[in-house]
């Protein structure tokens, strides 16, 4: 009798930049609006956010635009303008990811 200690260690591996990983996606969903990534990493985010759903109820718009608000100027009053750029990205994507 002699049993294998295999199926332990399957789930091993540090991804540090898996685009499938919700985690990851939704800690640079921000530079992605912000057009900070190259074409292959926000290509991914995107394709990432219109098919998982879950990502995109977690991502928060109002806290995005915050964010980036922050990041810019300094101040915490979200221009609408703003906002509005942060939706249009993502119906922008969507659409996209219907058509494709
Ligand atoms: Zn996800």
Not at 35 to 63: G, K, M, N, Y
Request: charged share 30%.
């Amino acid at each position: 009798m002699s049993e294998k200690g295999e199926g332990m260690s399957e789930q091993a591996g540090t991804t540090a930049d898996d685009p499938d990983n919700c985690e990851h996606v939704l800690e640079r969903v921000y530079q992605f609006i912000d057009h900070e990534l190259d074409t292959a990493s926000s290509d991914a985010i995107r394709r990432h956010l219109v098919a998982c759903e879950p990502c995109l109820e977690r991502f928060d718009v109002e806290q995005a635009v915050k964010s980036l608000v922050r990041n810019r100027c300094g101040g915490d009053q979200a221009p609408s303008q703003l906002r509005d750029k942060v939706l249009g990205q993502l119906a922008a994507a969507k659409v996209q990811a219907s058509q494709a």
